[in-house]
């Protein structure tokens, strides 16, 4: 099994930058398409960005498109998200996730952090 732990979440205003961590435990890290997803208040949690296992193959929502960029480093068991140019809107708590198949639903990965908590004051 295979745990995850976000870090680097916190208040930043319109137009700033933070750099969002998952650290992961387990054998097979390198196995698993890794994503980030996030939930806003009263909304359901939604697709942000995935990287393929091997990290060459990115993708995003529409909305983060440009903005945000997602990576891994295998041999640390990490993978971060550089989100940039921050919105009200982007406010919501983040999610890491794992699970084998490089998609876009929440249904699709079967491992998931705690999260971690992005607020942009408008």
């Known amino acids: 099994q295979v745990q995850r732990v976000e870090s680097g979440g916190g208040l930043v205003q319109s137009g700033g930058s933070l750099r969002l961590s998952c650290a992961a435990s387990?054998?097979?890290?390198?196995?698993?398409?890794m994503a980030w997803f996030r939930q806003a208040p009263g909304k359901e949690r939604e697709f942000v960005a995935r990287?393929?296992?091997?990290?060459?193959?990115?993708g995003y929502a529409d909305s983060v498109t440009g903005r945000f960029t997602i990576s891994r480093d295998n041999a640390k068991k990490t993978v971060h998200l550089q989100v940039n140019s921050l919105k009200p809107e982007d406010t919501a708590v983040y999610y890491c996730?794992?699970?084998?198949?490089?998609?876009?639903?929440?249904?699709?990965?079967?491992?998931w952090g705690p999260g971690t908590q992005v607020t942009v004051p408008s």
């Open positions: 996730a794992a699970g084998r198949i490089y998609g876009t639903s929440e249904r699709e990965y079967d491992y």
């Open positions: 990287v393929s296992e091997t990290g060459i193959i990115a």
């Open positions: 387990g054998r097979r890290f390198s196995s698993y398409v």
